[in-house]
């Protein structure tokens, strides 16, 4: 995919670093939510300190060398549940129970589901404009906006999957013409039920993307892979950004089953563990996986968001992350 990165215009290093999307919020911030949830603070002044929060996440990665930027997510909570808010066609349910004692507010499908107006764009240039490196532009997929949401209104999973990817695929179109050039589609959901990809989930994909100037990232958690592989090849992204590390890197043996054809954003830091791994041992899982694929298509990041570890977790992670790879980096020239 790198004659597809070269005719968007950007020049990345071998084995470009990136973050997968969220970090934590700095407790300035997570007060001013609550103050803002109790209605003791006006949206202006929230918005603010989430600027403040993004300027400090897009230097710090700067500091650090990542290649490829995000804006850190200072101002969503769940991935679902933002974008539901924002679209026409949802409401939102009481308290439901998740696992363990868990609650969360889950999106209801109540209307037929449509684009209001751009969502993330407004985010996205604020934060491309601090930086010269490549901001992502980032969105929720249609799978799993489906799958984490109640459907009272389309008559199956299908078509609400469907009419999602119509919506999202314009939120993605206003991304590309703001001038995002590297596009992430989250689909955690998306090996939740395997059957789906085949039914529909590679259509809605398809939707999403399909004729829109832009190099895609699907990023995909929760490690159900063996069940959707080599299926999911068939998904319209260039780059799959999967958590390796936290499942033992099991993924590389799937590799050897089946030739991995797309680019790779190899996740080498587990991001459910304080342990800041050390240099050495993420520079092996990167020589692992360079046995498998060529370094043409490797990208490098942390396996998931990084919004449930601390700042200097996280930025501990990501410079070890940086560090190995530029050993690597090293020797590939
Ligand atoms: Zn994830």
């Known amino acids: 995919m790198q004659n597809k990165l070269k005719k968007l215009g950007l020049k990345l290093p071998p084995l470009p670093t990136t973050t997968v999307g969220s970090f934590p919020k700095p407790p300035y911030l997570l007060e001013a939510r609550k103050k803002f949830d109790a209605k003791q603070l006006r949206e202006s002044e929230l918005r ?192 799959f950004d999967l958590e390796t590390s936290n499942s033992e890197l099991d993924l590389v043996d799937l590799f050897k089953e089946h030739p991995f054809t797309k680019d790779l954003s190899f996740g080498v830091t587990d991001v459910h563990t304080h342990v800041v791994e050390d240099v050495p041992t993420i520079e092996k899982r990167i020589r692992k996986v360079l046995e498998m694929l060529k370094p043409e298509q490797l990208w490098i990041d942390p396996d998931c968001g990084l919004k449930t570890r601390s700042r200097e977790e996280s930025l501990g992670k990501l410079r070890n992350m940086q560090q190995a790879v530029n050993k690597v980096r090293a020797e590939l020239d």
């Not at 889950?106 to 240039?125: A, F, G, L, N, S």
């Open 48 to 239: 603010l300190l989430e600027e403040q929060a993004t300027k400090e996440w897009i230097a710090a990665q700067e500091e650090i060398g990542i290649d490829v930027l995000v804006d850190g997510e200072m101002y969503r909570g769940d991935m679902a549940a933002h974008f539901a808010a924002a679209m026409s066609g949802f409401k939102t349910s009481g308290l439901v129970r998740s696992y363990g004692n868990r609650y969360y507010r889950k999106p209801i499908i109540v209307d037929e589901v449509k684009w209001p107006h751009p969502m993330t764009v407004d985010w996205w240039k604020f934060s491309q404009k601090l930086t010269k490196k490549p901001m992502k532009g980032m969105i929720t997929g249609p799978y799993t906006m489906m799958d984490w949401s109640f459907n009272e209104h389309y008559p199956n999973r299908k078509e609400a999957c469907l009419s999602l990817a119509e919506a999202l695929r314009k939120e993605v179109k206003a991304l590309a013409d703001a001038g995002a050039k590297i596009i992430q589609v989250d689909e955690p959901a998306i090996s939740a039920r395997p059957e789906e990809l085949r039914d529909f989930a590679l259509e809605a994909m398809k939707i999403v993307t399909k004729g829109i100037d832009a190099y895609f990232i699907c990023h995909i958690c929760y490690g159900a892979f063996e069940f959707i592989y080599p299926d999911m090849l068939e998904l319209a992204v260039d780059n």
